[in-house]
T-cell receptor
Framework: KAGVTQTPRYLIKTRGQQVTLSCSPISGHRSVSWYQQTPGQGLQFLFEYFSETQRNKGNFPGRFSGRQFSNSRSEMNVSTLELGDSALYLC?????????????FGNGTRLTVT | DAKTTQPNSMESNEEEPVHLPCNHSTISGTDYIHWYRQLPSQGPEYVIHGLTSNVNNRMASLAIAEDRKSSTLILHRATLRDAAVYYCILRDMNAGNMLTFGGGTRLMVKP
């Protein structure tokens, strides 16, 4: 069974630009969540989507947004990039049939903002 | 959110058991205890979870204190491949997939 796939693996952008990251969940998984990982703040929850609806949102500014498609694939978008947005962005999928379904993480997209 | 406290780092010798502690004194009745680990250059990987009883799976064992205020992840025979950051997380059964990660414990395994 293929794991969670995130594309691209690496990305370099300039301040003020916008970026879109993509996540393909494990087949059959309907929940996708996004996390940001930085050396200073660690792993922080961004948002969760289930059946194309945002179910939870973390404490991030409105520049961070996401969506989920009918095939459960998800994208997240960051507009007006700032230097502090440089981070590893991780996507995780789960079945969400049980509230304790384990999360399966991809290997992330490393975003560098210059 | 209920918080967890873990040592910043631990060392172990290869092929010896490792006990990774976690304190969670403010745990609530609806919190499950989850463990994930993150190997270098990879996303976190689910290890094990439990509510009240001790749990075993092919990767590890989870020992939960009777009052649930602490738990211990047990790796029975550490290998070099187990070198990673281990996160102990309290997952509220009503909070969906919103996990709150702390700093974790960096486990170093010596050959």
């Amino acid at each position: 069974k293929a794991g969670v796939t995130q594309t691209p693996r690496y990305l370099i952008k300039t301040r003020g630009q916008q970026v879109t990251l993509s996540c393909s969940p494990i087949s059959g998984h309907r929940s996708v969540s996004w996390y940001q990982q930085t050396p200073g703040q660690g792993l922080q929850f961004l948002f969760e989507y289930f059946s194309e609806t945002q179910r939870n949102k973390g404490n991030f500014p409105g520049r961070f947004s996401g969506r989920q498609f009918s095939n459960s694939r998800s994208e997240m978008n960051v507009s007006t990039l700032e230097l502090g947005d440089s981070a590893l962005y991780l996507c995780a999928s789960s079945k969400r049939e049980s509230t304790n379904s384990p999360l399966h993480f991809g290997n992330g997209t490393r975003l560098t903002v210059t | 959110d209920a918080k967890t406290t873990q040592p910043n780092s631990m060392e172990s010798n290869e092929e010896e058991p490792v006990h990774l502690p976690c304190n969670h004194s403010t745990i609530s009745g609806t919190d499950y205890i989850h463990w994930y680990r993150q190997l270098p250059s990879q996303g976190p990987e689910y290890v094990i979870h439990g509510l009240t009883s001790n749990v075993n799976n092919r990767m590890a064992s989870l020992a939960i204190a009777e009052d649930r205020k602490s738990s211990t992840l047990i790796l029975h025979r550490a290998t070099l491949r187990d070198a990673a950051v281990y996160y102990c997380i309290l997952r509220d059964m009503n909070a969906g997939n919103m996990l709150t990660f702390g700093g974790g414990t960096r486990l170093m395994v010596k050959p």
